[in-house]
Nanobody, 123 residues
């Protein structure tokens, strides 16, 4: 059974930075494309960013492109999301996600989810 554990959320002022981490256990990390999704109160869960199994290809939602950077360390079975220039509209619960083989921006196609970590950006 795969377990995903996120960390690194918190409260930050607009313009600030945070780094989220997600550690996978229970399976071989490099078998999975890894992604971040987020969900704000009253809204649907939305794709934020993804990285392929090797870390060589990355994908971003238009709303975060140029501000967020996704990466992974297969030796540590850990994925990261560096978030810069944070805006109040980035406030949400951020979820780590794993999908076998190829990434997808469709949350219904995800194989495993983390429990979520809260990011709050104050204006």
């Amino acid at each position: 059974q795969v377990t995903l554990v996120e960390s690194g959320g918190g409260l930050v002022q607009a313009g600030g930075s945070l780094r989220l981490s997600c550690e996978l256990s229970g399976r071989i990390f490099s078998m999975y494309a890894m992604s971040w999704f987020r969900q704000a109160p009253g809204k649907e869960r939305e794709f934020v960013a993804a990285v392929d199994w090797s870390g060589s290809s990355t994908y971003y939602a238009d709303s975060v492109k140029g501000r967020f950077t996704i990466s992974r360390d297969n030796d540590k079975s850990t994925m990261y999301l560096r978030m810069n220039s944070l805006k109040p509209e980035d406030t949400a619960t951020y979820y780590c996600a794993a999908r076998r083989a190829y990434y997808s921006e469709d949350p219904t196609s995800i194989d495993y989810w983390g429990q979520g970590t809260q990011v709050t950006v104050s204006s």
